[in-house]
């Protein structure tokens, strides 16, 4: 038989019910821990049809485990919901073009709406690695949906939470926590914006960069249908060579630098 | 090590096996080439071709269903002049046969691209006839026997290697749509291509897929297939190449023994990018347990009541 490199057949080691509606699984996947990068995703195997794309959210190459933040939804998140320690679980991947970690950059602003914040807890543990400075806004609707704040505040150089509704660091949005962060670290050379969430977030965030000239890369999610590449079910509208087009979410995605998504496409 | 013979013939091509990848679930191949070597499989069929570029249809464009999925993609690809320079090389390379399935909006479409096509090494070229996601050509021409067979007439008489009819289910007698094919000179037909269909949000009251309709494929759709694979194997002497919701060996089996001379898989690909060689590694010991020494042997041998 041959070797199947991107196929996984994992057990779920622990079980994190962080509210009545999210989950954070821990696998037990040694080989994907070894591939995965920041940014990247896997695709989980439910009963229903097709697989389900999850951002990698944590990766701990030496204990062999990754782990996923997942959202009740519809039925293939629900099944996940239900998963216990112990179940087994096949996962394909990593896939995807993840976050870009330069050695020019110094400072990070680290942006996250509702379950988009799963994938830059990862990216901050990278980052930490590499000595760049964190400084990590994460945004909910209220308090009450608020994630992981510990794991966040822990792990960067400054957190701020925001709410629109209800007491919170940050009364308002995500993009507003940034604001807030920016006026407390500024900039310097190599600083860039790193965000994940909803659409309007996601578009928030660039009109933001835009005005203060910052660079940003921008995680999508989109309906997939494979998840590497060879259905072109994921489009994200881009620009390319001046004209617009549709890139694939699996491929050249889901991070985006921010110049090359079709903003008014989306 | 297995004794059975899984070598087969589509008209004058040899395949290795039955196995042939379907177009729009394999892109032009690389992206496959980190899971396995392209050439353990009988074939590839390329992504859908056009004279022009095509970006597609707008997000989304897909939406789950029971038993499979529905897309409505639209033929994104970067047009015949790029595909020859900057894809089909590395596949032709490829220790498997190529097909390029090429998509039209008009008889003039489907005439360019035979003639580009010509002396660039693919081994056929699969007529696209059947694509329910574009406003012209393709399933329009489809639909029509008597612009199947001017169609097919036109590029059989341009092109180099043979050419194959892909045909589309969405029509009243599929049988009909082959013998067109087989009039205009065909060297086989593939068939299924999706069913066209359409899901709701019903909070929205919004399709889905943004395209309002898009094709249906998956294990839903396979006993549909197996009988219209049949129904043209009884209607037409050319070769079949039999395609829709194939998910396992014992599927290709099944689909043989209706009357295809070859299979594609496409959807269950999606699912996991090994299966076709997890069917292909299984192939022979399926085709041991009902006695069979080879798969070419099995070829429509379906025992009707």
Request: a negative charge.
């Amino acid at each position: 038989m041959m070797e199947r490199k991107y196929r996984h057949d994992a057990t779920i080691t622990k079980v994190d019910h962080l509210d009545e509606d999210n989950v954070f699984l821990t696998l037990n996947a040694p080989e994907l821990s070894e591939l995965s990068k920041p940014g990247q995703f896997v695709e989980l195997e439910t009963s229903q049809f097709l697989n389900r794309p999850f951002g990698v959210a944590i990766c701990d190459k030496k204990a062999g485990t990754v782990g996923i933040g997942v959202r009740k939804v519809g039925k293939g998140t629900k099944e996940i919901f239900e998963y216990k320690a112990g179940d087994k679980a096949t996962l394909f991947g990593p896939f995807g073009y993840g976050f870009s970690i330069s050695e020019k950059t110094s400072r990070a602003y680290v942006i996250g709406g509702g379950t988009g914040i799963y994938p830059l807890l990862f990216l901050l543990q990278e980052l930490k690695r590499a000595g760049i400075k964190t400084y990590t806004g994460c945004g909910f609707q209220s308090l009450t949906h608020a994630l992981m704040i510990d794991d966040f505040s822990h792990i960067s150089d400054d957190y701020l939470t925001a709410c629109e509704i209800g007491e919170a660091d940050v009364s308002g949005t995500a993009v507003d926590a940034l604001a807030e962060l920016y006026e407390r670290h500024g900039q310097s050379d190599g600083t860039i914006v790193y965000a994940c969430g909803p659409i309007p977030m996601l578009k928030a965030v660039n009109a933001w960069c835009e005005e203060n000239g910052i660079d940003a890369e921008c995680s999508f999610e989109a309906r997939m249908g494979c998840g590497f590449g060879v259905c072109r079910g994921c489009a994200i509208p881009v620009i390319r060579d001046g004209q617009p087009t549709y890139d694939r979410c699996c491929v050249e995605g889901p991070v985006f630098r921010r110049g090359v998504v079709d903003w008014e496409g989306l | 090590m297995s004794t059975i013979d899984l070598s087969c013939r589509v008209g004058d091509l040899t395949c290795k096996n039955p196995l042939i990848a379907a177009s729009g679930t394999f892109g032009f191949g690389r992206e496959m080439s980190r899971f396995f070597d392209l050439g353990v499989l009988g074939g590839v069929v390329s992504k859908g071709v056009t004279v022009k570029e095509r970006r597609g249809n707008p997000p989304h464009r897909i939406a789950e269903a029971p038993g499979g999925m529905l897309n409505a993609v639209g033929l994104q690809n970067p047009g015949i002049e790029k595909v020859i320079k900057e894809d089909l090389p590395w596949l032709i390379k490829q220790d498997t046969k190529v097909i390029v399935n090429a998509a039209g909006d008009d008889l003039g479409d489907y005439v360019k691209l035979a003639e580009a096509l010509n002396g660039v090494g693919i081994d056929a070229i699969e007529l696209n006839l059947s694509c329910p996601n574009v406003k012209t050509g393709c399933m329009a021409i489809g639909s029509e026997p008597a612009l199947i067979e001017e169609v097919t007439r036109a590029c059989k008489e341009i092109a180099d290697v043979p050419i194959w009819v892909k045909l589309t289910p969405n029509v009243t007698h599929i049988g009909d749509m082959a013998k067109a094919a087989e009039a205009g000179g065909a060297d086989a037909v593939s068939l299924i291509n999706t069913l066209l269909g359409m899901r709701i949000d019903i909070r929205t009251k919004r399709p889905v897929i943004r395209n309002n309709t898009g094709g249906y494929s998956g294990p839903g759709v396979f006993p549909v297939a197996l009988r219209m694979v049949h129904e043209c194997f009884k209607a037409v002497n050319i070769p079949i190449v039999g395609l829709g919701g194939i998910m396992s060996a014992e599927d290709v089996v099944e689909m043989m023994l209706a009357g295809a001379s070859a299979v594609q898989v496409g959807t269950a690909t999606l699912l996991d990018p090994y299966t076709m060689p997890t069917m292909i590694e299984a192939l022979p010991s399926v085709l041991e347990s009902i006695g069979a020494t080879s798969v070419s042997e099995i070829v429509g041998q379906m025992r009707p009541w």
